[in-house]
């Protein structure tokens, strides 16, 4: 199967930033889909930014601020996040459709998630 291994969270100051990383290993042919999500005490699960292909989307409350990428080669995605506030302060999740054989079998699931705290 797949797993997928977020890193990176930690604590910064509003106004910081952080990279945050997602790597995935295991029986992988190739990406569908990858996204990171967030979740805090107060709000449900919400998606902060996606990336299919060669195509990006964004929540409304990072665009201009998060940039999400993958790299291929090394089966990672990453989010790269300035301009950092309090509210973004969540567990971030990496979360990926992943094709695992040339027939189109699929894996979807999640990453264990890293804490990000935006706190002075």
């Known amino acids: 199967q797949v797993l997928l291994v977020e890193s990176g969270g930690g604590l910064v100051q509003p106004g910081g930033s952080l990279r945050l990383s997602c790597v995935a290993s295991g029986s992988i042919f190739s990406f569908r889909e990858m996204g990171w999500y967030r979740q805090s005490p107060e709000n449900e699960r919400e998606l902060v930014a996606g990336?299919?292909?060669?195509?990006?989307n964004y929540a409304d409350s990072v665009k201009g601020r998060f940039t999400i990428s993958r790299d291929h080669a090394k089966n990672t995605m990453y989010l790269e996040m300035n301009s950092l506030r309090p509210e973004d302060t969540a567990v971030y999740y990496c979360?990926?459709?992943?094709?695992?054989?040339?027939?189109?079998?699929?894996?979807?699931?999640w990453g264990q998630g890293t804490q990000v705290t935006v706190s002075s």
């Open positions: 990336i299919t292909g060669g195509i990006t």
């Open positions: 979360n990926a459709e992943i094709e695992i054989d040339s027939y189109g079998s699929t894996w979807s699931g």
